[in-house]
C-alpha cells in the first residue's frame, strides 16, 4: 500500500503488510532518513493494531502530526479503521 503523507517532509509512506496485519516491510519517501529507518525497523514483524496506539498522536516540533502519526493513519487506512 502506498499513502500519501500530509504536514511532514516525507511524502509517502509504502507499507507491505499480511492478512494478519502484520507489518512485513515500510519505508518511507524523504524525511528524516535514520530516523526513519529505525521506525521502519521497528515496527517490521509487529501487527497494525500493537503500532497504531504506539504512534498515533506524536507531533513534530510544531506541526500537529509527525511521520510516525501520518505512519498510524496508513495503518489505520489499511487495516479499515
Same mark, same amino acid.
Given at each position: !500500500?502506498?499513502? /500519501?503523507? &500530509?504536514?511532514?517532509?516525507? @511524502? !509517502?509512506? =509504502?507499507?507491505? !503488510? =499480511?492478512?494478519?496485519?502484520?507489518?512485513?516491510?515500510?519505508? $518511507? &519517501?524523504?524525511?528524516?532518513? %535514520?530516523?526513519?529507518?529505525?521506525? @521502519?525497523?521497528?515496527?517490521? %514483524?509487529?501487527?497494525?493494531? =500493537?503500532?497504531?496506539? /504506539?504512534?498515533?498522536?506524536?507531533?513534530?516540533? $510544531? /506541526?500537529?502530526? @509527525?511521520?510516525? =502519526?501520518?505512519?498510524? /493513519?496508513?495503518?489505520?487506512?489499511?487495516? %479499515?479503521?
Amino acid at each position: !500500500m502506498k499513502y /500519501k503523507t &500530509t504536514g511532514t517532509c516525507s @511524502s !509517502m509512506i =509504502d507499507i507491505a !503488510m =499480511d492478512e494478519n496485519h502484520v507489518i512485513q516491510k515500510v519505508s $518511507f &519517501t524523504g524525511g528524516c532518513n %535514520g530516523n526513519l529507518q529505525g521506525i @521502519s525497523k521497528l515496527v517490521t %514483524g509487529c501487527r497494525a493494531e =500493537d503500532v497504531i496506539p /504506539k504512534i498515533e498522536g506524536i507531533r513534530c516540533g $510544531f /506541526k500537529r502530526t @509527525s511521520c510516525p =502519526d501520518q505512519l498510524a /493513519k496508513a495503518l489505520k487506512k489499511a487495516i %479499515g479503521q
